[in-house]
């Protein structure tokens, strides 16, 4: 199998997004790309739990795609060895009535993952520069006060809000949470592909909504949006990846990649030691418990 570098798919310049790779070619054949999957997984596994006994970090993940770009699928296969104690997933879709009465990013932040934990965000923070820019017709829903119609919404508005979730994101990393933000690429084509089926496979058909035909006409306008997300909202401390999503195995591993390159970087991530003074007396409890 080919081997990979995280730099391949880091966003660390401006990025044409018609430049960016929909497919890679792993040189595997599907069985092997899936064992070395597995093996990842187990390793991350192998990480978290000894995140979650040293509490001192926690891990967000973000992912953002078109709709059919695998999400869910990924979630499952990447994080199937997991400790469920260890993992939390979130799917931010249409804010409720409650969330409403809040800012934005308010529902974002109460479903950070403790210290010693993974978050996964499914749909993230960043539907608040995407789905309202390409709708902002949904803004009227937030009655912000400097906002009455949406003539209000300005470029200064946008830029405002990167600024804001940028903030957000350094405030959260500067208080131990390890951020990766992974964007499935997916082809207009494949994404076509995987519509139909939906509709051809009758297990399949509660996957598809009408909606999804509507939001594929502004297909332009959702590329351009991503577009200045990943230009925008990509940093050191933050940074966005782009995840060749037409093949969903080559997409899942190079995630998987991704985050162990990464986190077994932080050697400070080790397993707490028992005081030396219970240390001494492992004896004197061993022999409490058997002779009990």
């Given amino acids: 199998m080919k081997d990979i570098s995280i730099d391949e798919f880091k966003i660390s310049s401006q990025v044409k997004i018609q430049n960016l790779q929909t497919k890679y070619n792993l040189e595997s054949e599907e069985k092997e790309i899936e064992k070395k999957m597995n093996?990842?997984?187990?390793?991350?596994?192998?990480?978290q739990?000894?995140?979650?006994?040293?509490?001192?970090?926690?891990?967000?993940?973000?992912?953002q795609g078109m709709d059919t770009a695998g999400k869910d699928s990924l979630i499952r296969e990447v994080f199937k060895e997991f400790n469920v104690r260890g993992i939390e997933s979130h799917s931010f879709k249409k804010p409720t009535d409650i969330e409403l009465r809040h800012d934005y990013l308010w529902r974002h932040y109460i479903a950070l993952p403790a210290?010693?934990?993974?978050?996964?965000?499914?749909?993230?923070?960043?539907?608040?520069?995407?789905?309202?820019?390409?709708?902002?017709?949904?803004?009227?829903?937030?009655?912000?006060?400097?906002?009455?119609?949406?003539?209000d919404v300005t470029d200064a508005f946008w830029e405002r809000r990167f600024q804001e979730i940028n903030n957000f994101?350094?405030?959260?990393?500067?208080?131990?949470?390890?951020?990766?933000?992974?964007?499935?690429?997916l082809s207009k084509d494949e994404q076509k592909n995987r519509l139909l089926r939906r509709l051809n496979k009758p297990d399949k058909n509660w996957k598809f909504e009408a909606g999804d035909l509507k939001e594929r006409k502004l297909w332009d306008k959702y590329?351009?949006?991503?577009?200045?997300?990943?230009?925008?909202?990509?940093n050191r401390h933050a940074p966005w990846f782009n995840i060749p999503a037409d093949d969903k195995p080559t997409a899942r591993y190079i995630v998987a990649k991704i985050l162990y390159d990464t986190l077994k970087e932080y050697d400070d991530i080790i397993e707490p030691v028992m005081p030396s003074d219970e240390k001494e007396n492992i004896d004197l409890y061993k022999s409490q418990l058997e002779n009990e």
């Fill in 223 to 234: 590329q351009e949006c991503y577009e200045d997300l990943l230009n925008k909202s990509s």
């Fill in 49 to 63: 739990n000894t995140m979650y006994a040293h509490g001192k970090y926690s891990v967000l993940m973000c992912i």
């Fill in 169 to 185: 994101e350094q405030h959260i990393a500067d208080n131990g949470t390890i951020i990766f933000k992974f964007f499935l690429n």
């Fill in 115 to 151: 210290r010693g934990k993974f978050g996964i965000f499914n749909r993230t923070h960043y539907e608040n520069v995407l789905v309202t820019r390409v709708h902002p017709n949904y803004l009227m829903y937030e009655n912000m006060p400097d906002i009455k119609s949406e003539a």
């Fill in 39 to 47: 093996k990842l997984s187990k390793k991350l596994a192998d990480i």
